[in-house]
Every structure is written in structure tokens, then in C-alpha cells.
């Protein structure tokens, strides 16, 4: 019996220390992101473009809205030119808000998603992106504090004119 308490609280360490709880993707116990919500990770080889954003201690990100084209692949280098650590996470707003309450309780928390990066003060760090659905996609800094502050912009994804929209009527321009 005390061997396998032993496992338990070992495996509840190492999973704890390594912040596997919160980067276990969609598996039980973490927090996930609605992929087709969102799009999908990029290939960096087929980014059509690169997005300059620039991250700051005044709580903003610049820019703050992105024009995207639906299916583009999208490299966003993201600068932070504060002297705190600052992230851009790509979600919906529903799940940037659950997951800014799990990081007001859990600080420390590091991230190791294709959908986010954390970027240490004077630092720049990656997201290649590819939008697949036509829409708004949120981004915000879900360091404590952060997020209230107002740290949050969009992607607008323009959808292809004349493909086909989820009615199956084509979409014509006239």
C-alpha cells in the first residue's frame, strides 16, 4: 500500500513541477483550445506573411487587430519591449478568460502551446498560425493582472469570396 501512495504523490509532483496539468492539450485535466474554432498550428514554411507585434508594460499590444485572409498562414514575431513578462495567446474569448482565472491562481505557470508564447522582458519570441475558419479570433497577455488591464486585441479572418458558406450556397459577388 505504501508503494503505491508513493506512485500517487510522485506522479501528482511531476505533474504539478511540470505545469503538465495546464499544457496537457485537450486531454482530461487540461485546459485545451477549440482548434476549429481558432484555426491550427502553421507550418513555418508556408507562412505567407510575418505580423510585427510589439508587446509593452503600458498593458497593450501593437497592433491590436490583424487582418488575415481565411487559410493564411500567418508568423507573428512578437516583441516584448517591457520590463515584465508579457504573452499573446490565440483563443476564443470565452477560453481566454477561463484560462486567465487559472493563471491569477497559478502565476508561475509556463506554457509550452503552438497556440501562445511567453516572452521574457526585451525578448521576441513566435506564433505560425494558420487561420482556417472566417471570424474574430481573440489574442491577450493572461499574466495576472494583465488581461484587466486590457492586453487583448483580434485577428479578423476574412473569409475566400465565392467559397462555399455553411448553407451551401456559394457566396457571389454582383
Known amino acids: 500500500m505504501k508503494l503505491?501512495?508513493?506512485?500517487?504523490?510522485?506522479?501528482?509532483?511531476?505533474?504539478v513541477g511540470s505545469g503538465a496539468a495546464f499544457a496537457s492539450g485537450n486531454h482530461p485535466g487540461g485546459h485545451g483550445h477549440d482548434s476549429d474554432a481558432i484555426g491550427k498550428p502553421g507550418?513555418?514554411?508556408?507562412?505567407?506573411?510575418?505580423?510585427?507585434?510589439?508587446?509593452?508594460?503600458?498593458?497593450?499590444?501593437?497592433?491590436?487587430?490583424?487582418?488575415?485572409?481565411?487559410?493564411e498562414t500567418v508568423r507573428f514575431v512578437v516583441k516584448n519591449s517591457g520590463q515584465l513578462k508579457h504573452e499573446m495567446v490565440l483563443?476564443?474569448?470565452?477560453?481566454?478568460?477561463?484560462?486567465?482565472?487559472?493563471?491569477?491562481?497559478?502565476?508561475?505557470?509556463?506554457?509550452?502551446?503552438?497556440?501562445?508564447?511567453?516572452?521574457?522582458?526585451g525578448k521576441t519570441g513566435e506564433i505560425v498560425w494558420q487561420f482556417t475558419k472566417a471570424g474574430k479570433i481573440d489574442f491577450a497577455c493572461l499574466q495576472p493582472g494583465h488581461y484587466d488591464a486590457g492586453m487583448k486585441g483580434a485577428v479578423n479572418v476574412a473569409g475566400k469570396a465565392g467559397a462555399a458558406k455553411p448553407d451551401g450556397h456559394a457566396d457571389h459577388k454582383h
Open 91 to 121: 483563443g476564443t474569448e470565452k477560453e481566454l478568460k477561463e484560462h486567465y482565472e487559472v493563471m491569477k491562481k497559478n502565476p508561475e505557470m509556463e506554457h509550452a502551446d503552438p497556440n501562445m508564447v511567453t516572452v521574457a522582458p
Open 43 to 71: 507550418v513555418a514554411a508556408k507562412a505567407t506573411r510575418t505580423v510585427q507585434i510589439d508587446m509593452t508594460d503600458a498593458m497593450r499590444f501593437t497592433p491590436s487587430s490583424v487582418d488575415v485572409k481565411q487559410n
Open 4 to 15: 503505491k501512495s508513493l506512485s500517487v504523490i510522485t506522479a501528482l509532483t511531476l505533474a
